[in-house]
């Protein structure tokens, strides 16, 4: 048995694969890594481990340039994972979710918790975690901001409208995992809260959806 340090764009499938095993051997060697049936996340920089008598070996690097590893989750990602559970109050609003659109300019009569905020609650992780945010509650605003990286963990991703009366609008949230079909993200104005969920792929845009601060 040997060690693998995860390279940004790497799943337990992924690995497993480059190092000739199934899934579940891998799931075997790395029990720390699942927790009540599902696999935690893993980040650039993790070390896991693998069969070094397997028959694969490290995957390719991808061409896309990747982010810098983190030894820990990106400090936006530290700042968000703190807000989940923040949700849109049935009665007046609730003013951390006024502090995300505020820092996007939103003032005046769009300042309430009814108004899209998924953009913002982005918006407001990133620059309180000191970097230079896109400062719009746009999803379209964030197509061409940061830079493009492969899909890493803290990395923003962008969906198309998920359904066909949001022809106007989108998804925006924080990369958490991912698997076959889905990339589970960490964002805002998911069913009226900040949670963990999963969107299909299908929904990615189509030109570099995923996206670094810098």
């Known amino acids: 048995m040997a060690q ?3 390279q940004p764009g790497d799943n337990p499938s992924k690995i497993a694969a480059s ?11 790395n029990p720390d ?3 009540w049936g599902n696999w935690k996340v893993l980040f650039p920089g993790q070390l896991v481990n693998v069969d070094d008598a ?12 990747a982010p810098t590893d983190f030894a820990a989750p990106p400090p936006w990602m530290q700042i968000a994972i703190m807000e989940v559970g923040v949700q849109e109050w ?4 609730n003013p951390r979710i006024l502090e995300y659109l505020q820092s996007c300019g939103i003032a005046g009569n769009l300042l ?4 899209a905020w998924c953009a913002a609650f982005v918006n407001w992780c990133v620059l309180r975690s000191g970097y230079k945010p896109q400062h719009s509650a746009r999803v379209s605003d964030w197509w061409g901001w940061g830079r493009p990286v492969v899909p890493a963990y803290g990395s923003i991703c962008i ?6 009366d949001q022809a106007g609008s989108g998804h925006i949230g924080f990369l958490h995992a991912e698997d076959d079909t889905n990339v589970w993200l960490l964002s805002g104005n998911s069913h009226n809260q900040v949670r963990i969920a999963a969107y299909p792929k299908s929904k990615l845009i189509t030109n570099e959806p995923f996206r670094w601060p810098y």
Do not use: I, K, N, R
């Open 19 to 29: 190092f000739g095993m199934t899934l579940d051997q891998f799931q075997a060697s």
């Open 159 to 164: 969906m198309q409208p998920l359904t066909v």
């Open 4 to 6: 693998y340090s995860v």
């Open 112 to 115: 309430h918790d009814e108004t």
């Open 33 to 35: 890594l699942v927790e």
């Open 90 to 93: 049935a009665s007046g609003d």
């Open 54 to 65: 397997g028959a694969g070996g490290p995957v390719d690097a991808p061409a896309a340039s």
